[in-house]
């Protein structure tokens, strides 16, 4: 079974370009999450979504930061314009509504392996 | 809102030894899960161990064990015979019945493992 698919894996470009981070999450989950991790911060919630509309986006730093789940098999988090203070690893997460926790794998939130974002 | 508090930054232990790390937590709520993370170095988020907050028995998974004090909101994991491969940032976290799915972290303590 394929995990949460993150691309790229690591990302380096100038303040001010357009960044797009991708997530794929896992077949047949009906929750997807973007989270930051910085040292000062730890790990932050941005967004989340059910059935790919977004329920909670109190996380998202500012307009520059948006989020998309244009189906249930696909995530954007995008940032126009970037700045070196979004340096940050960006991590995607997916879950289905209960199961996860009654049995299986017991994980409330399958997590990808992350985006390493350097805004120079 | 819940709140995940971890107190300590950084612990060191020396290999085979024991280290327990602690975690408090705010909430309202009754019902509720909890929840280590590891993340080694190659920044996996790994579920180490999880606690209902209906069972009174603390959970255990091989040599890691949690301490559950609900009274206390206190939610302390114990790492036994600590080995170089757990050197890793752990992860506190909860997650309410009100808010299911959603996970509250705490900031992270920095385990390092020394020979």
């Known amino acids: 079974d394929a995990g949460v698919i993150q691309s790229p894996r690591h990302e380096v470009t100038e303040m001010g370009q357009e960044v797009t981070l991708r997530c794929k999450p896992i077949s047949g989950h009906d929750y997807l999450f973007w989270y930051r991790q910085t040292m000062m911060r730890g790990l932050e919630l941005l967004i989340y979504f059910n059935n790919n509309v977004p329920i909670d986006d109190s996380g998202m730093p500012e307009d520059r930061f948006s989020a998309k789940m244009p189906n249930a098999s696909f995530s954007t988090l995008k940032i126009q314009p970037s700045e070196p203070r979004d340096s940050a690893v960006y991590f995607c997460a997916s879950s289905f509504f209960g199961t996860d926790l009654v049995g299986g794998s017991n994980q409330p939130q399958h997590f990808g392996d992350g985006t390493r974002l350097s805004i120079l | ?115």
């Not at chain 2, 085979?16 to 920044?43: H, I």
């Not at chain 2, 114990?78 to 080995?83: P, Y």
């Open chain 2, 1 to 115: 809102a819940q709140t995940v508090t971890q107190s300590q930054p950084e612990m060191s232990v020396q290999e085979a030894e024991t280290v327990t790390l602690s975690c408090t937590y705010d909430t309202s709520e009754n019902n509720y899960y909890l929840f280590w993370y590891k993340q080694p170095p190659s920044r996996q988020m790994i579920l180490v161990i999880r606690q209902e907050a209906y069972k009174q028995q603390n959970a255990t998974e091989n040599r890691f064990s949690v301490n559950f004090q609900k009274a206390a909101k206190s939610f302390s994991l114990k790492i036994s015979d600590s080995q170089l491969g757990d050197t890793a940032m752990y992860f506190c976290a909860f997650m309410g019945y009100d808010s299911w799915g959603k996970l509250q972290f705490g900031a992270g303590t920095q385990v390092v493992v020394t020979p």
